[in-house]
């Protein structure tokens, strides 16, 4: 199985704050990579697919990039609902599809 | 609009089979767009795939669970469903019913997914 590494794991940032979320790959995924955005109590949500592509009705602040083992997800400037749990995901090999263990973003 | 809920047992015994129904509206199962799955996770813990079907009956696993998981599709009732075997304390989560589609991006699809069901929370406990 490919496995998902997030860091951090957790990270404290204030509105306004740039923020990056690095995901790697225990192999090349190309960028069959997704990112997940999860407020507590409720279903993650669908924010990038493909690695840089912004999911429709998902604010442009959000970005993706990165291709082969490294990834990261950026926020240019962090609004007060940003703060949730980021998941990557790889798609590239399946089954299984391996999520990241998740990082925690708080103010 | 594609919509699932699940639907099934909250309460589920050791050594018992968890069963859990997905009700898709908005949508057919028997669209080939769609890959239909689960994904749990435990109290606190992170995501972890179980598997999805696809409109031509194909099964996928989590090679983890495989030999105790089952995922079907009733296009009857546009309803697709899974079973868990033999449960333990450790297989206690939320439950997702989830729907994947292939993004085109130049030749080739990436598949995400883009509807969730609410998630319905199963306890394994005597």
């Known amino acids: 199985d490919i496995q998902m590494t997030q860091s951090p794991s957790s990270l404290s940032a204030s509105v306004g704050d740039r923020v990056t979320i690095t995901c790697r790959a225990s192999?090349?995924?190309?960028?069959?990579l997704n990112w997940y955005q999860q407020k507590p109590g409720k279903a993650p949500k669908l924010l990038i697919y493909?690695?840089?592509s912004l999911q429709s009705g998902v604010p442009s602040r959000f970005s993706g990039s990165g291709s082969g083992t490294d990834f990261t997800l950026t926020i240019s400037s962090l609004q007060p609902e940003d703060f949730a749990t980021y998941y990557c995901?790889?798609?590239?090999?399946?089954?299984?599809?391996?999520f990241g263990q998740g990082t925690k973003l708080e103010i | 609009q594609l919509q699932l809920q699940e639907s099934g047992p909250g309460l589920v015994k050791p050594s018992e089979t968890l069963s859990l129904t997905c009700t898709v509206s908005?949508?057919?199962?028997?669209?080939?767009?769609?890959?239909w799955g689960w994904i749990r996770q435990p109290p606190g813990k992170g995501l972890e795939w179980i598997g999805s079907?696809?409109?031509?009956?194909?099964?996928y696993y989590n090679p983890s669970l495989k030999s105790r998981v089952t995922i079907s599709a009733d296009t009857s009732k546009n309803q697709f469903s899974l079973k868990l075997s033999s449960v333990t304390a450790t297989d206690t989560a939320v439950y997702y019913c989830?729907?994947?589609?292939?993004?085109?991006?130049?030749?080739?699809?990436?598949?995400?997914?883009?509807?969730w069901g609410q998630g319905t929370t199963v306890t394994v406990s005597s």
């Open positions: 989830a729907s994947s589609r292939g993004f085109l991006e130049g030749l080739y699809y990436y598949y995400a997914v883009d509807v």
């Open positions: 908005g949508g057919s199962i028997s669209s080939s767009s769609y890959y």
């Open positions: 995901q790889q798609s590239y090999n399946t089954p299984p599809s391996t």
């Open positions: 493909a690695a840089s």
């Open positions: 079907i696809y409109y031509s009956g194909s099964t």
């Open positions: 192999q090349s995924i190309s960028t069959y």
